[in-house]
């Protein structure tokens, strides 16, 4: 059951929020350890904040691996080194 706290901001259960967002529980996690989505723990059990998950759900994204030449470019525009193929 969705909690307020701090004035208007809902705290959500890890499971509430992965049935809200439609993504596997240790998704919600991963994004709780990145810092991408906002949560506190509370002893072993963590809490999403409603409208930080909205917010992430939001945000336009790909979904799946990137492509490899995608990375490629990327490193190049930042000006890393990339390792170049045998021939």
């Known amino acids: 059951m969705p909690q307020r706290v701090e004035g208007d ?4 259960s890890t499971t ?5 967002a439609e993504i596997s529980l240790t998704y919600i996690q991963r ?3 990145d810092e991408r989505v906002e949560g506190v723990k ?3 059990d963590w809490f999403v904040y409603e409208d930080s998950l909205k917010a992430f ?3 336009p994204r790909k979904r799946g ?4 030449d995608a990375a490629q470019q ?11 193929p045998i021939p």
Do not use: D, I, Y
């Open 9 to 12: 901001r809902v705290l959500l």
């Open 16 to 20: 509430e929020a992965c049935e809200m």
């Open 31 to 33: 994004l709780l350890r």
């Open 42 to 44: 509370m002893g072993r």
């Open 57 to 59: 759900m939001a945000q």
């Open 65 to 68: 691996r990137p492509h490899k």
């Open 74 to 84: 990327v490193a190049s525009q930042k000006g890393l080194n990339t390792p170049q």
